[in-house]
C-alpha cells in the first residue's frame, strides 16, 4: 500500500506565496516521479510540475518562474512553492506518485486566490 498526505493549502491573496507539501509513506523502494497536478472547476486535470527520480524537473509554462518543485528524499516528500500566486491559479492540487507498482494520486488540496 501507498498513501500520499497532502497539506499547505488556503486561501492567499493574488501576489501572495503558498508551500505545499505531500508525503509517501508505504511500499516505496524506488521512486520514478513525484508531481503536482491541479484542476479548476470545468477543467481538465493538467500537469503543474513533476520532479524525475533522477531530479530532472519540468514545469508547465503558465508556472514557470513563479513556482518550484522539490524534493526530499530521505522523507520521500516532494514539495512545490508557489510565488506570485495569480486568480487562475485557483484549483484542486493533487499530488502524484509514480513508482514500480503504479501510479498513485493524494486527496487534493484546495487552493484559493482571491482579494
Known amino acids: 500500500q501507498v498513501q500520499l498526505v497532502e497539506s499547505g493549502g488556503g486561501l492567499v491573496q493574488p501576489g501572495g506565496s503558498l508551500r505545499l507539501s505531500c508525503a509517501a509513506s508505504?511500499?516505496?523502494?524506488?521512486?520514478?516521479?513525484m508531481g503536482w497536478y491541479r484542476q479548476a472547476p470545468g477543467k481538465q486535470r493538467e500537469l503543474v510540475a513533476g520532479?524525475?527520480?533522477?531530479?530532472?524537473?519540468n514545469y508547465a509554462d503558465s508556472v514557470k518562474g513563479r513556482f518550484t518543485i522539490s524534493r526530499d528524499n530521505a522523507k520521500n516528500t516532494v514539495y512545490l512553492q508557489m510565488n506570485s500566486l495569480k486568480p487562475e491559479d485557483t484549483a484542486i492540487y493533487y499530488c502524484h506518485l509514480y513508482v514500480a507498482s503504479g501510479h498513485y494520486w493524494g486527496q487534493g488540496t484546495q487552493v484559493t486566490v482571491s482579494s
Open positions: 508505504g511500499s516505496i523502494f524506488s521512486i520514478s516521479a
Open positions: 520532479i524525475t527520480g533522477g531530479g530532472g524537473k
